[in-house]
């Protein structure tokens, strides 16, 4: 069954807005997108639809995720939260509910290109 998201558009529009931070191509799945930033940062996205994802990047020792499991109503960013570098559960700071992914995915690798921890730190600070 095809997914409900064009990862080849997705992965377009990446390479057009940020290809001057890929480290290499990106790697194409049926159901995932893998990428490498030139600050050594790796980042999965899937993603059912453009309501329904998960973003897990790797930077240095350190595994941050931002998804939608509508799993933390107590978030002011309910259902989109993130999973910082200390594990701590946080509001999302970066993505849009109703928001077309792609235009979840920018402010994401803009993010990631200047600090993959966005500010959290493996202290959770």
């Known amino acids: 069954m095809k997914s409900a998201v064009d990862y080849e558009m997705l992965r377009d529009a990446i390479i057009d807005d940020y290809g001057e931070i890929l480290a290499r191509d990106i790697i194409l799945y049926q159901d995932a997108i893998n990428l490498e930033l030139l600050n050594g940062t790796?980042?999965?996205?899937?993603?059912?639809?453009?309501?329904?994802?998960?973003?897990?990047?790797q930077a240095g020792d350190h595994v941050?995720?931002?998804?939608?499991?509508?799993?933390?109503?107590?978030l002011a960013t309910f259902p989109h939260h993130l999973h910082d570098a200390a594990g701590t559960l946080r509001a999302d700071p970066l993505t849009v509910p109703g928001r077309p992914l792609v235009d979840n995915v920018r402010p994401l690798l803009a993010a990631l290109q200047h600090d993959p921890l966005l500010g959290y730190g493996a202290a959770g600070a």
């Open 42 to 57: 790796l980042l999965e996205i899937k993603a059912a639809s453009d309501r329904e994802y998960c973003f897990l990047w």
């Open 64 to 74: 941050l995720r931002l998804d939608t499991a509508p799993l933390h109503p107590e």
